[in-house]
């Protein structure tokens, strides 16, 4: 398993910007798929963005434009940078690392977007 460590959430006004990062205990060029998900309060879990080691991107549709996925291989840490916060942007973030043999989860981090 990969040990994942995320950080930054917190709460912020509607259009103001948060960056979350995401602490990997492994060489995160190793790693095939850099991802973050969220839960909202009584919903399930969903995807927000995907970047693989190649460097191919996957954002969900609510999301395009507005938050960009990124990775810095020297401090094998991936980021989320989120800009122009919605209130459904509430939730607890979490970070993945995919792997071909294992996949991995960070405990989260609460965004909590005030309107």
């Known amino acids: 398993q990969v040990q994942l460590v995320e950080s930054g959430g917190g709460l912020v006004q509607a259009g103001g910007s948060l960056r979350l990062s995401c602490a990997t205990s492994?060489?995160?060029?190793?790693?095939?798929?850099m991802g973050w998900y969220r839960q909202a309060p009584g919903k399930q879990r969903e995807l927000v963005a995907t970047?693989?080691?190649?460097?191919?991107?996957n954002y969900a549709d609510s999301v395009k434009g507005r938050f960009t996925i990124s990775r810095d291989n020297a401090k094998n840490t991936a980021y989320l940078q989120m800009n122009n916060l919605k209130s459904e942007d509430t939730g607890v973030y979490y970070c993945?690392?995919?792997?071909?043999?294992?996949?991995?989860w960070g405990q989260g981090t609460q965004v909590t977007v005030s309107s």
């Open positions: 993945n690392a995919r792997t071909s043999r294992t996949n991995s």
């Open positions: 492994r060489a995160i060029f190793s790693i095939n798929t």
């Open positions: 970047l693989t080691n190649g460097g191919s991107t």
